[in-house]
T-cell receptor, first 113, second 116 residues
Framework: DVKVTQSSRYLVKRTGEKVFLECVQDMDHENMFWYRQDPGLGLRLIYFSYDVKMKEKGDIPEGYSVSREKKERFSLILESASTNQTSMYLC????????????FGSGTRLTVV | DQQVKQNSPSLSVQEGRISILNCDYTNSMFDYFLWYKKYPAEGPTFLISISSIKDKNEDGRFTVFLNKSAKHLSLHIVPSQPGDSAVYFCAASAISGGTSYGKLTFGQGTILTVHP
């Protein structure tokens, strides 16, 4: 069974902390994505990567960075967490250029206090 | 700027009846459209898709209709079942013209509740 695994289901962090969200896929997918889900706003793309060490900004990259040192792992970094980054974070990967290839992880619920 | 919009935050339907979820888009470059379904505490899962060269795609109880001139698509679920209760996201992608890497733009989601 193919999987996208997000390392934590729930996280509570303090304002100003540096936060790492990890995502690992076992499908040899080239593309990986980070979205956040907020009520009334749907899923918004933060960053994506189409190859190792490659990254592209999504629609809301401010306050975030990413790292992709290995094909299977894509990390989202909150450089200095703020309360407005409290959200559900979803990682996805895809094998092809087509959107139906997305496989999502179960999400990380991050609360910044 | 919301390029994909689902204007109904919620929909309530009786079991056995039809559920119709709607989605509008503004970007004329979008040429591939998808519906995803999300249960609480799980990631979204792919449900059905349609290319812009078609106006209808059917898969079992699920049918997606695309009206390109109106930039509107809809998802029909017939008959609706209680297990269909979930959040439904419409998504769009611009596949032709190269550098989208298949990234999806999602709508806000519609919470569907199917009552027994």
């Amino acid at each position: 069974d193919v999987k996208v695994t997000q390392s934590s289901r729930y996280l509570v962090k303090r304002t100003g902390e540096k936060v790492f969200l990890e995502c690992v896929q076992d499908m040899d997918h080239e593309n990986m994505f980070w979205y956040r889900q907020d009520p009334g706003l749907g899923l918004r793309l933060i960053y994506f990567s189409y190859d190792v060490k490659m990254k592209e900004k999504g629609d809301i990259p401010e306050g975030y960075s990413v790292s992709r040192e290995k094909k299977e792992r894509f990390s989202l970094i909150l450089e200095s967490a703020s309360t407005n980054q409290t959200s559900m974070y979803l990682c996805a990967s895809s094998f092809s250029l087509q959107g139906w290839g997305y496989t999502f992880g179960s999400g990380t619920r991050l609360t910044v206090v | 700027d919301q390029q994909v919009k689902q204007n109904s935050p919620s929909l309530s339907v009786q079991e056995g009846r039809i559920s119709i979820l709607n989605c509008d888009y503004t970007n004329s470059m979008f040429d591939y459209f998808l519906w995803y379904k999300k249960y609480p505490a799980e990631g979204p899962t792919f449900l059905i898709s349609i290319s812009s060269i078609k106006d209808k795609n059917e898969d079992g109880r699920f049918t997606v209709f695309l009206n390109k001139s109106a930039k509107h698509l809809s998802l029909h679920i017939v008959p609706s079942q209680p297990g269909d209760s979930a959040v439904y996201f419409c998504a769009a992608s611009a596949i032709s013209g190269g550098t989208s890497y298949g990234k999806l733009t999602f709508g806000q989601g519609t919470i569907l509740t199917v009552h027994p």
